[in-house]
């Protein structure tokens, strides 16, 4: 496409000039006519005054202001036109882009209760932006950490007032169903900002879930009552409409995933005027 | 106390990174770090415990391999099939 519009371009100015070069020797030519009493005889022999009758025509033909600026608004039109279309070009892109992402068989229903004790399902939570990480309360070092980059990213996204028509939800999923109670999970998500939503539930309705978003869990081995869960480490980004969109993993600190959340809102924002 | 509490767990941490500062002066000598040991065992569960020893073994041994300190018969036993 670039390549076609360059010859373009390049056939637009060659025809300009050319045009252009035209257009001079009678510029000069009408200049030097209309100097008054000077019948420079030298022009003579250059260019004849009085033209004959047919080259009279051709030069009427090639009347320099208006053939100049036909060609040249012909060719700002033609350039016009070929970068419209490469901008169609590229939002179409854009699109696609976004569909192919979307289309990754991530998410789906769940049904699970929160911290409060209040049962949710995913229906719940349309209309709202949700970044929701996996996790259990007994986790040593891992899940306090990503919890941290989640406050700090829930703090990031609400200082920007005009992202409140779909507001931005961070939840906290356990994937220790065998331990994390409501009353747990609501004190352990506390430490980390009054914004979260905790959800737990039976272990069949975590393992639901769980299938639904591909993430792996399992209990590790038991010390006496306490065992440590493995689990992968990932936040996942639903867009109002209960579709997954982004994910991210421990490589992205708080202001590159808030960043990267940004530009989902606003894409959002746009298709959805 | 339990791990759900935050003072709990921070306070795990900050025993567990005294215990490895000493490991770090010693060059991995446990010997030399015996009372910060028993500190780091006693403010965290057993779970725990085992976890951050595995951890610190990994970091250990990510450091060596980007150093290249790691023996190359080492690597050549954990390498995939090769061409033949």
Same mark, same amino acid.
């Given at each position: 496409m670039s390549m076609i519009s360059h010859l373009f371009s390049i056939r637009a100015t060659t025809c300009l000039t050319r045009n252009i070069l035209r257009a001079t020797p009678i510029r000069l030519l009408s200049s030097a006519s209309s100097s008054?009493? !000077?019948?420079?005889?030298?022009n003579d022999h250059i260019l004849p005054k009085e033209l004959p009758s047919s080259e009279k025509r051709k030069a009427k033909f090639n009347i320099s202001w208006k053939t100049v600026s036909v060609t040249f608004i012909g060719a700002a039109s033609l350039i016009a036109f070929i970068y419209y279309l490469d901008q169609r070009k590229m939002q179409k892109r854009k699109v696609l882009q976004r569909a192919a992402v979307g289309k990754m068989a991530i998410g789906g229903p769940f049904s699970l209760i929160t911290h409060e004790r209040k049962p949710v399902t995913d !229906?719940?939570? $349309?209309?709202q932006w949700l970044l929701i990480y996996f996790g259990f309360t007994?986790?040593?070092d891992i899940c306090p950490e990503e919890l941290e980059k989640l406050s700090e990213i829930t703090d990031l996204l609400r $200082?920007?007032?005009?992202t409140q028509k779909n507001p931005f939800q961070p939840v906290f999923v356990s994937?220790?169903?065998? $331990?994390?109670t409501p009353e747990l999970v609501s004190t352990y998500i506390k430490d980390y900002s009054p914004h979260f939503i905790g959800l737990t539930g039976t272990r069949e309705q975590v393992a639901e879930m769980c299938k639904h978003y591909r993430v792996y869990f399992s209990q590790g081995p038991k010390v006496g009552d306490d065992y440590i869960v493995d689990h992968a480490i990932i936040m996942y980004l639903i867009n109002p409409n209960g579709e997954f969109v982004d994910y991210y993993g421990r490589n992205k600190n708080a202001k590159e995933v808030a960043y990267a959340i940004e530009q989902h809102m606003n894409a959002f924002k746009e298709s959805n005027k | 106390m339990s791990v759900i509490d935050k003072k709990y767990r921070e306070k795990c941490w900050l025993t567990r990174d005294d215990y490895w500062k000493c490991l770090d002066k010693n060059k991995e000598e446990k010997e030399k770090c015996l009372q910060l040991r028993q500190l780091f065992e006693s403010s965290c569960p057993a779970t725990w415990v085992t976890h951050f020893d595995q951890k610190r073994e990994y970091d250990i041994f990510k450091r060596q391999l980007a150093l290249g300190e790691v023996e190359t018969d080492k690597l050549k036993s954990i390498k995939g099939p090769s061409k033949s």
């Open positions: 008054p009493n !000077k019948t420079t005889n030298a !229906k719940d939570f $349309r209309g007994h986790c040593p $200082r920007d007032k005009s994937v220790d169903p065998e $331990r994390d | -």
